[in-house]
């Protein structure tokens, strides 16, 4: 191995190389330890971003623009610092396939219908009132709703309510954008009327565990809106057992119209760790996005410790070893690439192999504050 590699070292060998960038052309016996690592290794780093930053930022980009009179949103996204500078023009996702941000909707503002082929979805965490109108239907938001815009439909919102209102946009951004399939319109009209009754999908399937006879064909979207009650009811049901030592109770958002994810290339779950519960540490090929919906405690990753408290998101890059510890009930709010990596066949998870399954800390992480 050693003589391969001072062979590689050669003028020789150097010279050549650079003969072939001359003819926009690459040497793979200089590539293939950087192009095809041993083991997953994201550029993407664990990070964590603390909530009231975001509530603070996105109040003051109140007073500087309204949705309405350009930008089409207004949501601050969450870059992830090893991926900073990786894009052309300087933007950063929040993982290699995924990208998080946290939207604010004031009372009376209106956000333009559009579509685009990239999947999105919501996370309500402060206010209720607005609603989204997806393909003509109005789903109503209020804290703890999950909502679901798959790629191809039209979208806008519009706060009907009083207060404002938070939510987190996650978005394959990221994604679509490597592998260039960008489509994007705007609607022809500021928003779209509605042509369904409000909230038809959610109450279409009101009883939860049970589909209307015409939904046994895959639907893209049959539910638009899963409420916050019915997931906890769920969870309630689940902490009855004994906890999944890595994730305690957790369950995944899906359409119940093929079994599949919500949203085909996104995993959604919610997440309970009783109070003083610390999960065993493992690693999985798919990278995570987390919202602490409530409570408080912290996470090691990769040997560091991330604290976090109500209303931080945090991520969790591919293949990075981790575990977490609720101070108090705790609901986390996650998404994650795990259907992209399914359909790759790229899905892999390994536990740590040690006497307790916990990771040694080695240091911890300092959040940017205020
Ligand atoms: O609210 O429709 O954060 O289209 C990014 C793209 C939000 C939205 C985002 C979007 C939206």
Redesign the pocket.
Known sequence: MAEKFDFLQTKEVKDFNQELEKYDLGPLWEAIPELMHHRPKPQAEAYLWKGEVLQKKLMEAANIFTPERGG??R?I?LQNPGLKYRQPWGWASTTQTL?A?V?LLLPGEK?PS?R?W?N?Q?FVTHGEGAY?IVQGQRIFMKEGSFLI?PGGLW???EHVGDKPMIWM?I?D?PMVYSIGGTFFDHYPDLLEQPSLPDDFGSQRYEGGVVRPISDRHSHIAPVGCYRWEGTLAAIEGLSRFEPDPYDGYAVEYYNPSNGETANPTMATWMQKLPKGFHTKAHRHTHAVIYNVFKGSGYSVIDGVKFEWTEGDYFVIPNWALHEHVAYEDTFLFSTSDLPIMEKFNLERSEALDTGNGRQEIKSEFKPKTL
């Open positions: 089409e949103r949501a996204y990208y941000a939207q956000a559009h685009h990239q999105a919501r989204t815009t979208h806008g919102h946009d978005l951004i």
